[in-house]
């Protein structure tokens, strides 16, 4: 659960950093790099041990394909609250889709 939880927290400042300078597109590109790197940072403090504890339960592809999912559901809740875009129904479709590549990479065969 720690993992789950660090990997979350992780995401949250990784969005931001990546995606929370597009409501202001007035700024400077060199301030908004040398904002999303102090954020990127602080998302590096929370995503290095989530994968190192992790690591103890799960192996690597199984960690990634866990921080996909938690950076979709992460995403799509800033998208809409945050960049008020709308949530259509293929965007939906398409991760429910990925859905199926988790079952894929979590089953043992």
Known sequence: MYTI???TISNIFMTI????????KDSP??????ASWGI???????????????HYQ??????????????LVVFCVFSV???????????????AMMIGAVFVIFKEW
Do not use: D, M, S
Not at 29 to 34: A, P, Q
Not at 83 to 95: H, R
């Open 5 to 7: 939880a660090l990997l």
């Open 81 to 95: 609250v945050y960049l008020k875009e709308e949530l259509k129904w293929n965007y939906i479709a398409g991760f």
């Open 29 to 34: 590109l060199w301030i908004v790099i040398l």
């Open 58 to 71: 799960f192996n690597a592809a199984q960690l990634k394909t866990i921080q996909e999912v938690i950076t």
């Open 17 to 24: 950093a990546w995606y929370g300078h597009l409501k202001y």
């Open 40 to 54: 990127a940072f602080v998302e590096y403090c929370f995503q290095v041990p989530a994968n190192r504890i992790g």
